[in-house]
């Protein structure tokens, strides 16, 4: 070793023979290892929480704000929007149900999916089905696609499932919660077309068919047009089967835009 870096080496060891002992806090401090921050959902929900009071009753819900920003942008302009309420971190709904909102919730909180429909608790006017015709309408309320087209594929693979038609209360309920050119509007019209054509008369006579028409002129025109449309271009298929909406693709009742990437094309019970 040449003789300069022999005594570098020797006054760099006596150096550190002379450094006092090191402290146990210090030693703690040289090997503290970074504290994990939370990644991907944890990081989505932050900690800020949203008090909303939902329905006559004011039925308080808590939610991550985070959330609700991140996941729908109709909640993500109101808190951008400078609303006092929600600068508080509060905010009142009276004219929602606390069960779809409720619904809603579960959705946001269960990854973009609801628990599966229990079709022995849905009768024509209660329970899952008509809650999930319900939560549309809210979906389309607060432009929320996404939300709606999960729902258009859960009713529809529902339907198909249990070999199930929308009842007559369902198809006027559809068109009470949404507007013209929805696409569960189109759905129900479509199915009441082929309830007329193919279903047995005994429940569905022609009688119970102008009942559910009278008084929504909407639903009439729909019919209308899809007693003109569809044309079978697959004749191996047959008209019967052609005709019938729980066979289409589930794009053709989504809202996104036409030839978007879908993941919701698939059976959803
Ligand atoms: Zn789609």
């Not at 009071?53 to 109101?78: C, D, E, N, T, W």
């Not at 628990?115 to 309320?141: F, H, M, Q, W």
């Not at 047995?200 to 909407?218: A, F, K, M, N």
Request: glycine residues 8%; aromatic residues 10%.
């Amino acid at each position: 070793m040449p003789a300069t870096l022999a005594r570098t080496v020797e006054f760099h060891h006596r150096k550190l023979l002379r450094a006092p002992a090191l402290q146990f806090n210090q030693m703690v401090a040289i090997v503290e290892i970074p504290v994990e921050r939370p990644t991907g959902f944890l990081d989505q929900l932050g900690t800020e929480i949203v008090d909303i009071y939902v329905g006559s009753s004011k039925h308080q819900i808590r939610v991550h704000k985070a959330l609700l920003a991140s996941k729908v942008p109709y909640f993500k302009a109101m808190f951008e929007g400078g609303f006092m309420e929600f600068e508080q971190n509060s905010c009142t709904l009276p004219e929602e149900d606390p069960i779809i909102f409720g619904l809603f919730i579960e959705y946001l909180y269960g990854g973009g999916r609801l628990g599966p429909i229990d079709i022995e608790k849905s009768t024509t006017t209660n329970g899952p089905v008509v809650d999930r015709i319900k939560l549309y309408g809210y979906a389309e309320k607060i432009c929320f696609v996404e939300m709606a087209d999960y729902i258009m594929t859960n009713l529809v693979s529902t339907f198909h499932h249990y070999l199930r038609t929308p009842s007559k209360e369902g198809i006027r309920l559809a068109y009470s919660v949404t507007k013209p050119g929805s696409p569960i509007r189109k759905y129900m019209s479509q199915s009441l077309w082929y309830i007329m054509k193919y279903v047995d008369e005994s429940s569905w006579s022609p009688d119970v068919v102008c009942e559910i028409l009278r008084g929504v002129d909407d639903l009439l025109l729909d019919v209308v047009v899809a007693g003109r449309g569809r044309k079978s271009n697959n004749y191996f298929m047959g008209e019967k089967r052609n005709t019938d909406p729980r066979l289409y693709s589930k794009c053709e009742w989504h809202a996104h835009p036409r030839g978007a990437a879908c993941a919701l094309q698939g059976e959803i019970l």
